[in-house]
């Protein structure tokens, strides 16, 4: 089973910002924190990945909590391109990659 | 940007039959992956492969199931017997690196057994 929490579901306007959080409460110092994004009828999409420090790139920021329990994406302007389901992942390595239920962002125009 | 592509994009298979669905990873990553996903439900690992062997596998992935490279490119999965419940979108993955990496998907093969 998925050993991280997230809420089912989140609603952002066009061109605003997203916070997506996720909660890690079993995560192990050498875990790596991933997200992942599922569009419609599309398979996973790498988003993002990080260890402790924050991490930036041209999709998405990721801010991690000190004590890593927790995890929040950003989308810094949401676009309607970005609605999907939003997985975050924790594990010591990518060849075993454990979803979950994921949040399903909706995005208004 | 290098892909990862499956083939076929669908197929319809009679209960009991053999199915191979086929993966090209991306040319030079060493780790290659199958996932599922039943309708409406979540993405299921499958079995990690890796330096031609399986390196980890699921519950689900029983001995109705293997995978194979056959050649410097391709990488199958194959469903020996198929059940009605192996009806599923099948993802196949790649990454370079075992940690600190992504893995690329593939648009998936959606199997309906009948």
């Known amino acids: 089973d998925a050993k991280t929490t997230q809420p089912n579901s989140m609603e952002s306007n066009e061109e605003e910002p997203v916070h997506l959080p996720c909660n890690h409460s079993?995560?192990?110092?050498?875990?790596?924190i991933h997200w992942y994004r599922q569009l419609p009828s599309q398979g996973p999409e790498y988003v993002i990945h990080?260890?402790?420090s924050n991490v930036n790139n041209r999709m998405a920021s990721l801010a991690i909590a000190e004590d890593r329990k927790s995890s929040t994406l950003i989308l810094h302007r949401a676009t309607l391109r970005d609605a999907a389901v939003y997985y975050c992942?924790?594990?010591?390595?990518?060849?075993?990659?454990?979803f979950g239920t994921g949040t399903l962002l909706a995005v208004q125009p | 940007e290098p892909e990862v592509t499956q083939t076929p994009s669908h197929q319809v298979t009679q209960m009991g039959q053999e199915v191979i669905l086929r993966c090209v990873p991306i040319?030079?990553?060493?780790?290659f992956y199958w996932y599922r996903q039943i309708l409406g439900q979540k993405v299921e690992f499958l079995v990690s492969?890796?330096?031609?062997?399986?390196?980890?596998k699921s519950e689900i992935f029983d001995d109705q199931f293997s995978v194979e490279r056959p050649d410097g490119s391709n990488f199958t999965l194959k469903i020996r017997s198929t059940k009605l419940e192996d009806s599923a979108m099948y993802f196949c993955?790649?990454?370079?690196?075992?940690?600190?990496?992504?893995?690329?998907f593939g648009q998936g093969t959606r199997l309906t057994v009948v």
């Open positions: 992942i924790d594990g010591g390595a990518t060849n075993k990659l454990i």
């Open positions: 993955a790649s990454s370079e690196m075992l940690v600190d990496t992504e893995a690329f």
């Open positions: 079993t995560i192990s110092g050498t875990d790596y």
């Open positions: 492969f890796y330096n031609n062997e399986i390196s980890e």
């Open positions: 990080g260890l402790t």
């Open positions: 040319s030079n990553h060493l780790y």
